[in-house]
């Protein structure tokens, strides 16, 4: 027999497979009930006792349309009652269920699973371990995760080693059927599955990221996606939201994690220092070179090199950081030796970048050559109940480093902490608490332990400003009269006065659509609201 023969004989298990999955038609059930009309033309959903959520075929496409499709479901032995099998009753699916086990891999080998939900309660390293026996028999079916932790290195480690989805209990049924839908439309659009036998071991556990929130899941799920990956990640958000953690842990779970990781604040290091920090320089290139220095970039050969605030790096040196990336290859000031390097650029900034390339303060060259993989840090204002979380774990952590013996937080604390703005994040939170903690007597943290922190703002704090309409006629005759030596810094803080509140007022509040409705970066906003006081 020939070996094209051999080959079709030993994959015709699969390729039919396939066929039959190719036939399948596959929806995503929304929140709703009966008579509810999906996008999808193939199916209408009926109203049915819950969890019993039930999909039928529309009449027009009765005839034999394919089989339906093959999930399997494997649960550890600890998990908690809450059976995510239960979500599929009457759904038309053929559902099986397995164990943690040998048993799940034998119905893996058996069945050829469409989708494969992966119920691990709180048993997150044994699921990743058999994840990767998974991807040992077949590399390409997806697999979602439901677990009752929120422990982010975890589902990190479950994203990077190829896992589709990483959903939380208690479940959301809708949220559970809509990745069950896609992941099946993954399968129905799959030419082919291999099977490879390669996966990498999990990382060690990274520091300190804390957050069981929709936003801080997604940031965790695209540290998983892009670790592995050698491409460069820019990452956004407010200061202090965490954006070096974000670089740390990327480099953690890469091929890369027993390299070197070196971290550089653009914005701390004066102009003409900064160019020889990154790049190095020979002796005697300016005044006071009186040896060779190595830069950053050559440091960090085969490792990963953090550029924190590079939206503050001066535009003569983007060309460089972007001739850098694109050859790998740089040359030390003063030196006519091109060196070679192999880094992993990730950078971070709290500017708008987009914004700030078009107005020529930024390369967009750079900008779109950074701007590939973009992680998004949310500030913590806007994180929900991460707060109480993130207060407990700092509490924990610090009391030891401070030899403090506080074991609980008052609720009275907690809600004080709630009702602040946090302008500076996660960064000024832990300030906070360092400074209760020391001020801090017995095992509980008291409200009388947090230094003053401003209230919410009330009703007239928050309201449009005294002057509800600017007569930009009247004030320029007034100050013309008086001989105004300052009439437009004058003008525009004026105008200021009575802008922003109103735009912040129709943004509800939030600095991030303000900023875009008036065409100026965040930070600039925030400089203008201090200003104002």
Known sequence: MSQ????????RPRLNSLQRANRAEIASLGQGAAGLQLDHPTFALESHPAPALRIVQSAEDRPDRGKAA??????????????????????????????????????????SPDVVILDVGGQMRPGLAFLEQIRRIDATVPVVFVTSTNQSDLIIEAMRQGAYDCLLKPLDLPALWTVVGEALD?????????????????????????????????????IGRIADQNIPVLISGETGTGKELVARAIQQHSRRASEPFLALNCAAIPEQLLESELFGHEK?????????RVGKFEQCHGGTLFLDEI??????????????????????????ETIRTDVRLIAATHRDLKTWSAEGKFRPDL?????????????????????????????????AALNRDV???????????????????????????????????????????????????????????????????????????????DLYSEAHRELDRVLLPRVIQHAQGSQHQAARLLGIARQTLRVKMRDLG
């Open 367 to 399: 900008y779109y050559r950074l701007g590939v993989f973009t992680i998004h840090l949310p500030p913590l204002r806007e994180r929900g109940e991460d707060l109480a979380l993130l207060v407990r774990h700092f509490v924990h952590q610090f009391s």
């Open 407 to 485: 074991r609980e937080v008052a609720p009275e604390t907690l809600e004080r902490l709630r009702a602040y703005d946090w302008p500076g994040n996660v960064r000024e939170l832990q300030s906070v608490l360092k400074q209760a903690l020391l001020r801090a007597s017995g095992t509980v943290l008291l409200p009388a332990f947090l230094p003053e922190l401003p209230g919410p703002r009330s009703a007239e704090a928050s309201s449009l400003p005294r002057k509800e309409t600017w007569d930009v006629g009247s004030l320029i005759s007034e100050r013309l009269e008086k001989e105004c030596r």
């Open 70 to 111: 093959r999930l399997l479901v494997i649960v550890d032995a600890t998990s908690s009652p809450e059976n995510p099998s239960d979500c599929f009753r009457g759904s038309g699916h053929r559902v099986r269920i397995a164990g943690l086990g040998g048993d799940g891999l034998e119905r893996i080998r058996a069945d």
């Open 284 to 292: 005697g290139a300016f005044t006071g070179a009186d040896r060779r």
């Open 4 to 11: 094209t023969a051999m080959s079709v004989e030993t994959n």
């Open 186 to 222: 993954v399968t129905r659009h799959t030419c082919a599955r291999t099977t490879e036998g390669d996966t990498h071991a999990a990382a060690d556990s990274v520091d300190s990221m804390v957050g069981c929130c929709r936003s801080m899941r997604e940031v965790f799920k695209s």
């Open 311 to 336: 939206g503050d790096m001066p535009v003569s040196l983007q060309a460089k950081i972007l001739r850098l990336m694109q050859d790998q290859a740089f040359d030390r000031i003063g030196g006519n």
